[in-house]
């Protein structure tokens, strides 16, 4: 009997959960952890791959009104995770950037990242916004909770000061879906033909496209043709 691998997979968990309890609480010493190798290193990177799950699982009445079938469901939920990802990630490029070129501060994608990461914490309960009537309020709180995390961490990362990393965050924001709705338009196509393959049906996604197939499920059958 070998102890290390179980005694590897405590001490990740144990980290795991230690940076989570303390983004939620907004502790810059979860922040400060994820910068330095170790257990922790990667923390940042699956807390974001988790809430994109999370979020799925909160989303995934799509996929039931799709008639997904149960594999195919849970294909559709990594591969929502995966997407949900990517975007994390050119939100945190996006942010780096304009630090780099509006603060002009001597710093890597990586502490960004990690940062952002961890402060997506908050996400991990975005399941909880499939809850009627209370799914919305309950994500625009959560949006609120990451993005006050995400200046507590990049305060703690970079030591500019809150309402510059604030800044930050906000512009990074909208580069993101500046680039999103021009050159990232392919990328945006090629994520709804990944989720279109792994349900393996056209997935409707779009308000439009839903309220007509939940107005057609209401309306009676019509009677047959008299001859």
């Known amino acids: 009997m070998v102890p290390f691998p179980t005694m590897a997979l405590s001490e990740s968990l144990?980290?795991?959960?230690?940076?989570?309890?303390?983004?939620?609480?907004?502790?810059?010493?979860?922040?400060?952890?994820?910068?330095?190798?170790?257990?922790?290193?990667?923390?940042g990177i699956w807390i974001a791959l988790l809430a994109g799950f999370s979020q799925a699982i909160g989303q995934a009445f799509i996929l039931f009104v799709n008639r997904v079938r149960p594999l195919r469901f849970a294909l559709c939920l990594l591969v929502e995770a995966l997407l949900f990802l990517l975007g994390f990630l050119a939100w945190a490029l996006s942010t780096w950037l304009?630090?780099?070129l509006l603060f002009a501060y001597p710093i890597?994608?990586?502490?960004?990242?990690?940062?952002?990461?961890?402060?997506h914490a908050p996400r991990l309960l975005a399941f909880l916004g499939a809850l009627p009537y209370l799914g919305v309020p309950w994500l625009n709180l959560l949006s609120f909770w990451t993005a006050i995390a995400f200046v507590v961490g990049l305060v703690d990362a970079?030591?500019?000061?809150?309402?510059?990393?604030?800044?930050?965050?906000?512009?990074?924001?909208?580069v993101m879906h500046a680039l999103?709705?021009?050159?990232?338009?392919?990328?945006?196509?090629?994520?709804?033909?990944?989720?279109?393959r792994a349900a393996g049906r056209?997935?409707?996604?779009?308000?439009?496209?839903?309220r007509q197939f939940f107005a057609d499920e209401a309306s009676p059958p019509s009677p047959p043709g008299r001859h």
């Open 180 to 196: 999103q709705r021009s050159a990232g338009q392919p990328v945006m196509r090629l994520g709804n033909w990944l989720l279109d």
């Open 158 to 174: 970079t030591g500019l000061a809150p309402w510059s990393v604030f800044s930050a965050l906000v512009a990074g924001w909208f």
């Open 108 to 119: 890597t994608p990586m502490p960004v990242i990690r940062a952002l990461g961890v402060a």
């Open 98 to 100: 304009v630090i780099r």
């Open 14 to 43: 144990a980290a795991f959960s230690t940076v989570v309890g303390g983004a939620l609480r907004l502790k810059a010493e979860a922040f400060r952890d994820v910068q330095y190798a170790g257990p922790t290193g990667a923390v």
């Open 202 to 210: 056209p997935v409707l996604r779009e308000k439009r496209q839903l």
